[in-house]
Every structure is written in C-alpha cells, then in structure tokens.
C-alpha cells in the first residue's frame, strides 16, 4: 500500500540526548514536511525539503536537524539543544505540481522527555 | 503571518444533528485543506478545496476564496464524527508552499 510511515509511535528521551524521527514515503512525493502539534494546538512547520539533498527552515527549527538524502526519506533529529520537545511530530508530503497541492500526513510520533 | 481562525472552538451535537464549521484567513491562499484529527493523532484529509464546493457522502465543504472563509458542513453526525477538525491554509505566493494550521474545532458527538 501506498503511504507515509513515521516510527517510532512513541519515544521518550532523556534530557541532553539526541532522538531521530523517522519519516518514509511510497507515493514518489517530492516534497516532504515536519510539523510539531503541542496540546490543544495546531500545528506549526519545523523543516521542509522539496528535492533531495536539498532543505529549508520552518517557523520553529531551533533544535532541530534534518537530511534529505533519498526521496522517500526525510528524518528529523531532536537535539538536546531543543528546549521543550515533549510534542507530537507529523510528516507530511506532497508531489510538487503547480496546480494541485494537497498534503498528506503520516500517523506521527509522541515525543516526551523524561 | 497568515492568520487562519476556526469556530466554534468547541461543539457538543447529539447524534444524527448537522453542523457548520467555519474557517477565516487573512490574506489570498494557494490551497485550503479540512482535516479531521482522530483520537490516535492521525490527520485524515477530508477536503483539498482552495475554491468552490464539494460533497463527499455526509461532509460538504465550501471555500469562498474572495472573501476569505470556508465552510465544513456535517450532516447526521455520527459518534465516529467526533474528534478535532482543522482548517489549513497555503498563503498565496509562499515558497514552501507549507501549510498555516487553526487551531482546530473540537467536535463531540454524544449517542
């Protein structure tokens, strides 16, 4: 099946220690996309990547890193220098066609920090 | 920034009533996307709509894109209805063409 997988589901962290997210997709998207949901919150864009090796800062990158080496992949690492990662992080994607942008999202992960 | 704002925050409805959700943003959008967010966190797309109307069974939206709101209408809601549903939104000439989120209505449907 055709899709977005994001694991682990949960993760916990200790303080000062880096995690990895990861993000993979089957649909040949080009884009791909992480956001950060806190409680009762929507969710705001951390970093994006619209072709391989190739990434851009959202609106709350402090703390966070990424690579973009294959297509299907898109990984996001929590550093220790992220203040509050307690969270819960979707990806996202999409194929990059002007007329018709509709993002998709994977199941996400809980984040919290122990 | 855009600002994308959703009402009511919260709705309480018995089964089988109807319900409007409205979505307001500041500024021209490329895209606007309803989602339903369910318990386990999963975003579900329910309508890719930066214009005009579309019906799938139950759930129709409408965007009017020139005077910057759109509707999600549920008709005979379900328990399965409940969850939180978001409006987002692509301001028009952006980049990143990422999405601007609201912070969602809390829906709640009781047997």
């Known amino acids: 099946d055709g899709g977005i997988t994001q694991s682990p589901k949960y993760l916990f962290r200790k303080e000062g220690q880096n995690v990895t997210l990861s993000c993979e997709q089957n649909?040949?998207?080009?884009?791909m996309y992480w956001y950060r949901q806190d409680p009762g919150q929507g969710l705001r864009l951390i970093y994006y990547?619209?072709?391989?090796?190739?990434?851009q800062k959202g609106d709350i990158a402090e703390g966070y890193s990424v690579s973009r080496e294959k297509k299907e992949s898109f990984p996001l690492t929590v550093t220790s220098a992220q203040k509050n990662p307690t969270a819960f992080y979707l990806c996202?994607?999409?194929?990059?066609?002007?007329?018709?942008?509709?993002?998709?999202f994977g199941p996400g992960t809980r984040l919290t920090v122990l | 920034g855009i600002q994308v704002e959703q009402s009511p925050p919260d709705l309480i409805l018995q089964e089988g009533a109807n319900s409007t959700l409205r979505c307001n943003f500041s500024?021209?959008?490329?895209?606007l996307q309803w989602f339903h967010q369910n318990p386990w966190g999963q975003l579900i797309n329910l309508f890719y709509?930066?214009?005009g109307t579309k019906q799938n069974g139950r759930l129709s939206a409408t965007t009017v894109a020139t005077e910057r709101y759109s509707l999600l209408y549920i008709s005979s809601s379900q328990t399965t209805d409940s969850g939180v549903y978001f409006c987002?939104?692509?301001?028009?000439?952006?980049?990143?063409?990422?999405?601007?989120f609201g912070t969602g209505t809390r829906l709640t449907v009781i047997p």
């Open positions: 996202a994607s999409k194929k990059f066609e002007s007329s018709y942008n509709e993002q998709f």
């Open positions: 649909l040949n998207h080009d884009a």
């Open positions: 990547s619209q072709i391989v090796n190739d990434f």
């Open positions: 500024d021209s959008v490329n895209n």
């Open positions: 709509i930066p214009s």
């Open positions: 987002a939104v692509v301001p028009y000439q952006t980049g990143a063409n990422n999405l601007f």
